[in-house]
């Protein structure tokens, strides 16, 4: 039997956890943490319940593990900060396109974002997401208050378009070709970025 | 005894259905559509489940109820249209911030929020607030498909603030004085009201 059609074990448990998180990921983010069971996880991933405890532990290691920004992204993130600082704006709204279009990253993004609502513990996870992706540490020549202000004010335009654009699927916004978003939103992102807020 | 510590059955019947909706948009926001169950509403609110179906008839009417946008809001988001269009920005900025500080507005703004995402009737609707209420039809001497995206980028930065400063409560956004908040954000709203969008 050639090898690729005959995993090993590590490949099977690669699968297996990618399977049991991706319906972890809807699971969040639909029934919410109180209401999501490891039971329904596994019914849902066509696993064993036992195998999801064996992986993830508990309902709160699955929780973390689901809601995990791949590492993937967060080099994603990092690199588009060695763009120059005029073309920020720009490039920032080029990655949140990507990030959203990915079949790996979106639905963790959506998991993030649907359960810090009512979970203080992903809340601090996003937080963190929010302060150390969205502005580089390095990259304001500004003080520590004002570069997380502007990280801040960055993300709500970021998650608020990625809200109304892939998530709730509103139109036109929901079908604006991307050049045509990259125009709208660039120099307000660029703004926050760039300018004396006042 | 005095009338006011008497409520007629009209007084009763409202605060009755006010602490049933107050308690569905906590569980339709925490636990999605499919995770709440009108025995639960109606346990939370310390109700018996047989007045929540005499109120709302069904789940599908009571988060119909749960996630209609009070006409109050409605009248406040249309009274900000009467501002001067250069100070358009600034006057959306302020009426977003009062609506998450008010205590019955808030509430369905968040269900709404946290709703759409996984349910297409509540994402109908936020679609229907978003393009009728965030920019009138006739404030913009614009046609109907550029009055839409306007709207539609106008509510992708006020909501996405909004989940920052009030659901997630991330800092420094969360506890950014209001002038603040509305020096910073205000510009970027006006331009994608005014601005040529390029």
Chains 1, 2 share one sequence.
Not at 69 to 80: F, G, N, T
Not at 171 to 182: G, H, L, Q
Request: hydrophobic share 45%.
């Amino acid at each position: 039997m050639p090898k690729r059609t005959a995993p090993g074990p590590r490949d099977e448990r690669g699968v297996l956890c990618a399977r049991i998180l991706a319906a972890a990921r809807t699971e969040f983010a639909e029934h919410g943490v109180a209401g999501t069971t490891i039971r329904a996880v596994a019914r849902s991933a066509d696993v064993d319940p036992a195998l999801v405890y064996h992986y993830f532990g508990s309902k709160d290691g699955l929780l973390d593990a689901a809601t995990d920004p791949p590492q993937r992204w967060l080099d994603m993130v990092a690199a588009s900060w060695a763009t120059p600082r005029a073309d920020l704006g720009r490039q920032l709204v080029s990655t949140m396109l990507s990030s959203w279009a990915d079949e790996e990253i979106a639905p963790t993004l959506r998991a993030v974002i649907m359960t810090a609502a009512h979970d203080a513990r992903t809340r601090a996870k996003l937080g963190l997401i929010v302060e150390r992706s969205l502005i580089g540490a390095s990259t304001l020549a500004t003080d520590e208050a004002d570069r997380l202000r502007r990280s801040g004010l960055v993300a709500s335009q970021l998650i608020g378009f990625a809200l109304v654009r892939f998530v709730w699927k509103i139109e036109p916004i929901a079908s604006m070709p991307t050049d045509e978003v990259v125009a709208a939103v660039a120099p307000n992102l660029q703004r926050y970025i760039d300018d004396d807020l006042g």
